[in-house]
């Protein structure tokens, strides 16, 4: 995947390693557990400038710089309350891909919505999202879950679980920084997914 992007054009930023806290056993027992996923972060062309929140994501890690290896749980079961995808993300890793890389009430685009965690994620954290799905059953999932989240005590609930995920990697995190810089409040931000026809 990183080759083909470089070949399009695309700068490879960096390679982030996730390594799962809280796998599941290898139930074969007969090669190494699978714990780990790669995120490719790419900017479009060498010349054109990224946003980086350095600053945040050293706060968030307990002021030392945050390095591309991320120990983050798999997906929670609070996280599946409207049933789940079958490769559905926590909502810790992509909001912390998303307070990395955007500013509030930037739009994200996802052409691959699936359940729309990075919507969702884009949402409690202030900023607009844009989903494109051709499955008509994870439309609706999508959709369950934005409503979900217009539910005030959820947005809490939901904030407040995804800081104690993050909290864990850097122990002792305290995320008054991050709330103070993303200047929450209860209200939604935009939301749309839309089936895209193939």
Known sequence: MANCLTELGFKILNVITRAKTNQ?????????????EFIIWARKSKKISHY??????????????????????????????????????????LTRIILASTRPNDWILDPFAGSSTTGIAANLFGRRYLGVEQESDFLDLSKARRTEIEQLDIVSTYREKIFKQLSRQSNGYNYEPLTDAMQLNDEVSDYNISALPF
């Not at 609070?78 to 909502?91: A, F, R, S, V, Y």
């Open 52 to 93: 980086f929140d350095y600053q945040l994501m050293k706060e968030m890690n307990g002021q030392k710089q945050m390095t591309d290896v991320w120990h983050l749980p798999a997906i929670a079961p609070w996280e599946k309350t409207c049933t789940k995808h079958p490769t559905q993300k926590p909502l810790a890793l």
């Open 24 to 36: 599941p056993p290898n139930l074969s027992c007969r090669y190494f557990t699978h714990n780990s």
